[in-house]
Nanobody
């Protein structure tokens, strides 16, 4: 399984971004896709996950409703919409796939990881 994250960049505070994660390399039936982020000098943290077949979503409790995860089954792509960006959203954003269907915030449950896409928010 290969995961290719894209869509990051430099954006002003208050703006929006949509990150994409394209999956390839196997026939996708049902699994969980997650988004994480890692700020400089900090540990990688869970943002959200979504089940591939039914699209059920799960978000980290600490988020403020500015993040929306979605998927396009036909395109084998998962998205993360980030609105009202803040400087503290600056991080590398990673997508990951969990074939066990567990999902959630535990990084260890995810089997495959994308390379990450940098998001930098300026004032």
């Amino acid at each position: 399984v290969q995961l290719q994250a894209s869509g990051g960049g430099l954006v002003q505070a208050g703006g929006s971004l949509r990150l994409s994660c394209a999956a390839s390399g196997r026939t996708f039936r049902n699994f969980v896709m997650g988004w994480f982020r890692q700020a400089p000098g900090k540990e990688r943290k869970f943002i959200a996950s979504i089940t591939w077949r039914l699209g059920r979503t799960y978000y980290a409790d600490s988020l403020e409703g500015r993040f929306t995860i979605s998927r396009d089954n036909a395109a084998n792509t998962v998205y993360l919409q980030i609105d009202s960006l803040k400087i503290e959203d600056t991080a590398i954003y990673y997508c990951a796939a969990d074939l066990s269907m567990t999902g959630g915030p535990d990084l260890g449950r995810y089997d495959y990881w994308g390379q990450g896409t940098q998001v930098t928010v300026s004032s």
